[in-house]
């Protein structure tokens, strides 16, 4: 990957190679890796057991209870978008305090019995902090880490999210029937206390300020020269978005609970052997060397779900999107704050996971009304088809952008 002349570090080629991995594990690095870890757990154990909550409690319609899940993400693209332009005013430190006691509120707000209209306020409220929360810690990693290191940076932080995803779902299923409803939200407000002691003592860095003031434009929130890359990111999250809605009717379907069940602990699993190996390899060689093996095990991995062989597919099934879609998110990410300057990475970052959660949250609703129609396995293999049309799609953006470079920022995708 090749810096920009106004990007690169000044030092000299020599001085770069003295970065070690010490640079990147600092006190800030791991205090914002274990604050996004503690609210990615809390997160999904509230997640799994949401929807038995409102059906069993409350009383709702499945309809009802999956529309909870929507405002959730909605929540988090209304904390995704603003985030930007706050942190600009606020700074960091105080944007990503506001957010964790916000978080900590949230899960406390689930121990009230308001009714089904006050818990999906505060389903609403929950993802707006997480929307908050995760733009910016990404931010901040990105700041932190010397840009020689940023693959193996980002790739590091998001094995935070990884393991929360192995433990959020475990603590909210496995422990559901000895706490109860009620003492899994209990956790959830504890975990996310320790999330708000962490951020009030961690000094975090701001984003350089902007050197001229100026009207508000849509550019303080969002860089919307990453658009065209982040909706082909969008592309991918479709298929990982059928995997979290519909792999446990799938399991049912095809008779393959077991496998279904460790899926996502194959998934963790191969997201954390590969990612230290992956960042470093993007950080000596560029994106395109990862970015296209990546897609290519993204669609292996759907299809192996679309034949539907037996528990074994499924369970490779979720090593390949592991290799696949686990590295094209952190990689992307890094990928994306790459084609900035410093002073935007924090609209990069919001830029990216707006159409990341865009095309999760779209995916159910999406391929739901496909549902009828097709069978399960029909829409994995839909899903593992336009994955494949991510691959020239790619490779035109990468073109794109090394012959129009945006005021000499943007990186070659296709290094």
């Known amino acids: 990957m090749s810096d920009s002349p106004s990007q690169a570090p000044k030092s000299s080629p020599a001085r770069r190679t003295q970065y070690t991995l010490r640079d990147v594990f600092t006190p800030v690095f791991i205090g914002i890796s274990l604050i996004n870890f503690l609210g990615m757990v809390a ?11 409102l059906t069993q409690v409350h009383h709702a319609s499945t309809s009802m209870a999956g529309l909870a899940t929507g405002i959730v993400v909605i929540g988090c693209l209304v904390g995704r978008f603003f985030s930007g332009r706050i942190v600009e005013l606020a700074g960091c430190r105080i944007v990503l305090a506001a957010g964790v006691i916000l978080y900590m509120a949230s899960n406390i ?36 880490t010397p840009r020689p290191l940023l693959g193996r940076g980002i790739s590091y932080f998001s094995m935070s999210t990884a393991l929360a995803l192995c433990f959020g779902p475990f603590l909210g299923i496995a422990f559901l029937d000895i706490l109860g409803y009620e003492g899994i939200f209990l956790v959830c ?50 298929g990982w978005g059928c995997a979290q809605a519909f792999l446990a009717s799938y399991g049912k379907a095809y008779d393959v609970t077991g496998a279904a069940s460790l899926f996502f602990l194959f998934y963790a699993a191969a997201v954390l052997i590969s990612r230290p190996f992956t960042g470093r390899i993007y950080d000596s060689h560029g994106p395109a060397v990862i970015f296209y093996p990546a897609i290519a095990s993204l669609a292996a991995g759907l299809g192996l779900l679309w034949t539907a062989w037996g528990e074994w597919s499924v369970l490779a099934a979720g090593v390949l999107m592991g290799f696949g879609f686990g590295n094209i998110q952190s ?7 790459s084609m900035v300057p410093r002073e935007r990475y924090t609209q990069a970052t919001s830029t990216f996971y707006i159409c990341f959660d865009l095309g999760i949250g779209a995916a ?28 020239p799609i790619y490779r035109l953006i990468a073109r794109y952008r090394t012959q129009r470079p945006a005021s000499g920022e943007a990186v070659n995708l296709d290094d």
Request: aromatic share 14%; proline share 5%.
């Open 109 to 144: 707000g689930y121990l009230a019995d308001g009714g089904l209209w006050y818990y999906f306020f505060i389903r609403f409220i929950s993802g707006v902090a997480v929307g908050v929360i995760g733009t910016v810690t990404g931010s901040v990693v990105a700041l932190i």
């Open 189 to 238: 407000a504890a975990i996310s206390a320790v999330s708000v002691a962490i951020a009030l003592f961690l000094s975090v860095p701001n984003p350089p300020a902007r050197t001229a003031a100026r009207r508000i434009s849509i550019e303080d929130f969002i860089a919307p020269k990453l658009i065209p890359f982040c909706l082909l990111i969008a592309l991918f999250c479709l």
């Open 43 to 53: 997160y999904y154990a509230a997640f799994v057991v949401s929807t038995s909550f």
């Open 331 to 337: 990689l992307g990410q890094s990928t994306a704050v």
């Open 364 to 391: 159910p609703y999406l391929f739901g009304l496909l549902a009828g129609t097709l069978s399960l396995a029909q829409i994995f293999g839909i899903n593992a088809l336009i994955a494949l049309a991510g691959l």
